[in-house]
T-cell receptor, first 111, second 111 residues
Framework: SQTIHQWPATLVQPVGSPLSLECTVEGTSNPNLYWYRQAAGRGLQLLFYSVGIGQISSEVPQNLSASRPQDRQFILSSKKLLLSDSGFYLC??????????FGNGTRLTVT | DAKTTQPPSMDCAEGRAANLPCNHSTISGNEYVYWYRQIHSQGPQYIIHGLKNNETNEMASLIITEDRKSSTLILPHATLRDTAVYYCIVRPPGGANNLFFGTGTRLTVIP
């Protein structure tokens, strides 16, 4: 069966520090991969999605970037974190018309 | 993509049916209706989806009106573990695409 792993679960980082969040999917090939962010009390905002290795689409301009170095690996990065980058970051995957399946998220607090 | 409108909150007595409404009056003919739920501090969990026919699975039933402008998610016998935020989403078929998660309906199941 397919599983999705996200880490770390929680992270506290100072303003101006770099960020790297990793997501991996097991049990499927060539998935569509997504990064979402959820601010406190708000809905989910799509940040990036990828349909294949090296193919990244950005939905909103921001301080973040994404990369897909392998088929089932999706990385969210920042060179210098801002206070506004705090939030709950969720990775998700889908194939073709299947529902999106989410990981358990990373709660990032920028101090 | 079409957007959805949901009530911000609902209460339901434990053991009773929970009926969660959703309006999607601008839905296109090929867009599916999806329902997810999010329990506090976890990633959203897929519940059910449909195009125009009513659907049922082990978790819930989905009733879509004939004109497809609204739908209702039914949890037949709500339990305390069903307390969560429920999201109604419309999604075009195929590929990677932006699922717009609004703020959903916060369902509280009362003992």
């Amino acid at each position: 069966s397919q599983t999705i792993h996200q880490w770390p679960a929680t992270l506290v980082q100072p303003v101006g520090s770099p960020l790297s969040l990793e997501c991996t999917v097991e049990g499927t090939s060539n998935p569509n991969l997504y990064w979402y962010r959820q601010a406190a009390g708000r809905g989910l905002q799509l940040l990036f999605y990828s349909v294949g290795i090296g193919q990244i689409s950005s939905e909103v301009p921001q301080n973040l970037s994404a990369s897909r170095p392998q088929d089932r690996q999706f990385i969210l990065s920042s060179k210098k974190l801002l206070l506004s980058d705090s939030g709950f970051y969720l990775c998700a995957w889908s194939v073709s018309n299947s529902p999106l399946h989410f990981g358990n998220g990373t709660r990032l607090t920028v101090t | 993509d079409a957007k959805t409108t949901q009530p911000p909150s609902m209460d339901c007595a434990e053991g009773r049916a929970a009926n969660l409404p959703c309006n999607h009056s601008t839905i296109s003919g090929n867009e599916y209706v999806y329902w997810y739920r999010q329990i506090h501090s976890q990633g959203p969990q897929y519940i059910i989806h449909g195009l125009k026919n009513n659907e049922t699975n082990e978790m819930a039933s989905l009733i879509i009106t004939e004109d497809r402008k609204s739908s209702t998610l039914i949890l037949p016998h709500a339990t305390l573990r069903d307390t969560a935020v429920y999201y109604c989403i419309v999604r075009p078929p195929g590929g990677a695409n932006n699922l717009f998660f609004g703020t959903g309906t916060r369902l509280t199941v009362i003992p």
